[in-house]
C-alpha cells in the first residue's frame, strides 16, 4: 500500500513537471522580443543629428561667454597681485571688492547658461523623441512585437544582434523625417515676386 502511493506520487509529480514545461513553452513559442538603443538612433539619424549641432552651436555660444568673463576675472586677479603692494588701501580694497563682483556675476552667469542650455535642450529633442515614439509604435504593431526594450537599460546583460532594430529604426525614422521635411517646405507660402514695371 505504501509502495503503491509513492509510485502514485512519483507518477504525479511527473507530470505535474511535464505540463509545466508544455504550458512555458507554449509561452514562449510566438513571443517576439526586439530591443532599440535609443541613444544611438538619436545620434545617427538624420534628425537627431540635425539636433545635436544645434545643441553643439549653442553649447559653444555659451561656453565663449563663459570664457570671456573668466578671462576678465583672471587678468584683475593678476593685476591685483602684481601690483596690490603699490596701491594705496583704498584703492586696494575697491579693486577687492571689485573681483568679488565679478566672481558672483561668474557664478550666476554659469548657472544662467546651464539652466539656458537644459531648456534649450529639452525645447529641441522633445519633439524628435515624439516623432521617433510615432515611428517604432508603427513599425512595432505592424511586425506584431509583443515586447520591446531599451538596449541601454540595467539588467540586460546581452541581446542578440537578431533582435536589435536600431538599424530598422534609423532607416524608417530618416524616412520619416525626410516625408515630415518635404511636408513643412511644400506647405510654406511662395513670396510674391515683385511686379515688373
Do not use: C
Amino acid at each position: 500500500m505504501m509502495r503503491k502511493s509513492g509510485l502514485l506520487l512519483v507518477v504525479s509529480l511527473f507530470l505535474l513537471f511535464q505540463i509545466s514545461m508544455a504550458v512555458a513553452q507554449t509561452n514562449t513559442q510566438g513571443v517576439k522580443i526586439g530591443v532599440i538603443d535609443i541613444k544611438r538612433v538619436i545620434n545617427v539619424s538624420k534628425y537627431g543629428q540635425e539636433v545635436m549641432e544645434k545643441l553643439q552651436k549653442k553649447y559653444e555660444e555659451l561656453q565663449a561667454k563663459l570664457e570671456a568673463k573668466t578671462k576678465e576675472l583672471e587678468a584683475l586677479k593678476d593685476e591685483i597681485e602684481k601690483k596690490g603692494q603699490l596701491w594705496s588701501q583704498e584703492v586696494r580694497e575697491k579693486k577687492q571688492s571689485e573681483y568679488q563682483k565679478k566672481l558672483r556675476e561668474l557664478k550666476t552667469l554659469q548657472e544662467d547658461a546651464q539652466f539656458e542650455m537644459q531648456e534649450y535642450e529639452r525645447k529641441l529633442l522633445d519633439p524628435v523623441f515624439k516623432e521617433l515614439e510615432v515611428v517604432i509604435k508603427d513599425y512595432v504593431e505592424k511586425e506584431k512585437f509583443d515586447l520591446i526594450l531599451e538596449k541601454t537599460q540595467p539588467g540586460i546583460y546581452y541581446a542578440s544582434p537578431r533582435i536589435d532594430l536600431s538599424p530598422v529604426i534609423v532607416d524608417l525614422f530618416n524616412k520619416h523625417y525626410e516625408e515630415k521635411k518635404g511636408v513643412k517646405t511644400e506647405s510654406q507660402p511662395k513670396k510674391e515676386e515683385p511686379k515688373k514695371k
